[in-house]
């Protein structure tokens, strides 16, 4: 069943945004036969992977579970070409999934949402786009991801810089030629690591500004053989269902011993033997690496000890080496990174003592001196989790805004619904496990839940749906003191939003694990969803559409 164009009449649910989330939240609505639209900012799908098309932007889940799990058909017939694939792959996949699914008629391209108010009389969200319409729909489903506001530093002078200036999270659509280039980049975070190696081999000399360093897991990156992607094909079922039960959502290898219960060898062996298989999996090296700071420092140690290995100039090494908790910031996945900084055309410059004092229109001086740049990248992250629901002006009952209600950190149920905005769900909202897990499993988690709901709203002749005060709160704490019991906690992350100047400290993702997650989102769902209020439709309003 096809959505109707006119913006004017009532739809089911207005679902904002074309990435991973929003994709697969069309599909599930239009298979329940509800009338369903996207509106996306950008040209075309791809959330994320639209915007950060930066070179070497590369997913560090592996891609054989970085994918959808929803249609066997569609996991069978997709192969994979690398162990971790680079954006162009997985921008290509969405792609391949909307034409698949034929989504793309019911997608509204290059129109941002810009408000979304709440009209209890007509019991419906009023959601206005940049062209001027104001669309009418019962549920209004934020699919906006939890990285999709590019964090700008508040550099004095940046905006003098005469050459280009890009930041990774808005990478143009066009080729930038880098080639015999001076070069500077401000930030070390997972996106910096990606493209520090791919620019230094074209500039002519690349600058890193680099204010804390951060521990980064060599990828091992390669084909996916055949033979290999046949075996995964085989398993399916069974890899996902497994990834389901484990808290990260992402079926690994778990060590459930403590770090002490091995002698310094016998860690060190794990250790080794984690760095030669790569990626994320190194934090599961231990079953207390998050909770016990001693056991931390082991880690953290032998990381140094590969810095120190790799980086032939000591002083640089040193400078590169962490000694914070390694996992408590986002831990990156790199290729080549640290022997980047082995090449003559490559310098470190430490900015942790002394910030960058301003940019001029010739480039960046720090303490007094100035490196003559020709383009500028920033790779400074983005306002995660909250950024992106608070640029669009959401007001929900009595005109109450999001804004106000989040000015001391957000606050809402399960990740998926914030009281006093009723009808007004998240995915991957802060207070669900999202950026701690494999996204993709708890999108998809997520997604089905919503629509579900949306299934059991309508079987039962319910107007509205909404979480009450007191389970939200409980929901918070829960988080709160979860979080406050782990290493997590222990440092300035955008987790907690410190990277964002006057962003409340609140611990944002969900750190119970995806797996009691999940179970505690069905739980609600089959107790008639517990912790929410649900009013019947009233004489006036209008049905839900059904198949
Ligand atoms: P990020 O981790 O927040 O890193 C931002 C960097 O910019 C930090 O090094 C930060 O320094 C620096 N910075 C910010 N303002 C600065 C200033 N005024 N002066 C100097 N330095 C400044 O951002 P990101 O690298 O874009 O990564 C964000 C998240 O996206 C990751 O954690 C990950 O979850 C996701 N991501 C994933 C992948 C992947 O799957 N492979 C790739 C890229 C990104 P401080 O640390 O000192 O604040």
């Known amino acids: 069943m096809r959505n109707t164009p006119n913006p004017k009449l009532e739809l089911d649910a207005l679902i904002v945004g074309a990435g991973f989330s929003g994709l697969y939240m069309l599909y599930q609505l239009r298979r329940m036969g509800f009338s369903a639209r996207i ?81 209890e009389e007509k019991n419906h969200w009023k959601i206005q786009t940049s062209q001027g319409e104001t669309i009418p729909a019962r549920f209004c489903i934020m699919a906006t991801g939890c990285l999709s506001s590019p964090n700008f530093p508040k550099i004095e002078g940046l905006e003098s810089f005469a050459g280009p200036v890009y930041h990774t999270g808005l990478w143009p659509n066009e080729e930038i030629v880098f080639d015999g280039k001076k070069v500077g980049i401000i930030g070390t975070g997972s996106s910096a690591i990606q493209i520090i190696p791919l620019v230094a081999e074209k500039a002519e000399h690349l600058y890193v500004f680099q204010r804390s360093p951060n521990y980064t897991i060599p990828a091992h990156n390669g084909p996916l053989d055949d033979e290999h992607q046949q075996k995964i094909k085989s398993n399916y079922a069974d890899i996902r269902k497994k990834a389901r039960l484990l808290p990260a959502g992402f079926l690994q290898d778990y060590n459930d011993k ?165 009808n007004l769900f998240t995915i991957t909202g802060p207070g669900s496990p999202s950026v701690l897990t494999n996204m993709i499993t708890s999108i998809e988690q997520h997604v089905e839940w919503i629509s579900k709901c949306l299934g059991y709203l309508r079987e039962n002749d319910i107007g509205q749906i909404e979480p009450t005060v007191k389970a939200e709160d409980r929901w918070v704490e ?53 912790g929410f209020m649900l009013t019947a439709n009233r004489s006036g309003d209008k049905k839900l559409k059904t198949n």
Request: glycine fraction near 8%; proline fraction near 4%.
């Open 478 to 530: 829960h988080n709160n003191d979860l979080a406050a019991k782990t290493l997590r906690y222990k440092c300035e992350s955008w987790y907690l939003g410190s990277n964002i100047p006057g962003k409340p400290k609140t611990f944002m993702p969900y750190i119970g694990g995806f797996a009691f997650y999940a179970e505690k989102c069905a739980q609600v769902a089959s107790a008639g969803y517990e």
């Open 258 to 422: 403590s770090a002490f219960d091995l002698t310094l060898e016998g860690r060190q062996r794990e250790y080794e033997k984690r760095w030669a298989h790569g990626g994320l999996p190194f934090l599961a090296s231990f079953s207390d690496l998050q909770y016990n700071e001693e056991a931390n420092n082991t880690a953290g140690a032998f990381v140094r000890g590969k810095i120190r290995e790799e980086v032939e100039d000591p002083k640089i090494a040193e400078l590169l080496s962490p000694e914070t908790i390694l996992g408590c910031r986002r831990l990156c996945v790199d290729t080549g990174y640290y022997e980047t900084f082995n090449r003559s055309n490559v310098s470190l410059v430490d900015v942790s003592k002394s910030p960058i004092d301003k940019i001029t229109a010739e480039g960046v001086a720090v303490s007094g001196k100035s490196y003559r740049l020709d383009s500028l990248i920033l790779a400074t992250g983005f306002d995660a989790m909250t950024g992106t629901l608070l640029r669009i002006d959401i007001r929900g009952r009595e005109g109450n805004t999001l804004e106000n209600k989040w000015i001391s950190g957000p606050s809402t149920c399960l990740g998926l619904m914030m009281a006093g905005f009723p």
């Open 39 to 119: 509106y996306e900012a950008a040209s075309d799908v791809g959330g994320t992977w639209y915007w950060n098309r930066y070179p070497g932007a590369r997913c560090d889940t592996e891609s054989a579970q970085y994918s959808y799990s929803f249609s066997d058909e569609l996991q069978q017939e997709w192969s994979w070409s690398m162990r971790y694939a680079g954006q162009p792959e997985i921008l290509k996949y969405l792609n391949h999934v909307a034409d698949r699914f034929d989504l793309r008629s019911d997608i509204v391209f290059d129109v941002r949402i810009q408000s979304a108010i709440f009209d």
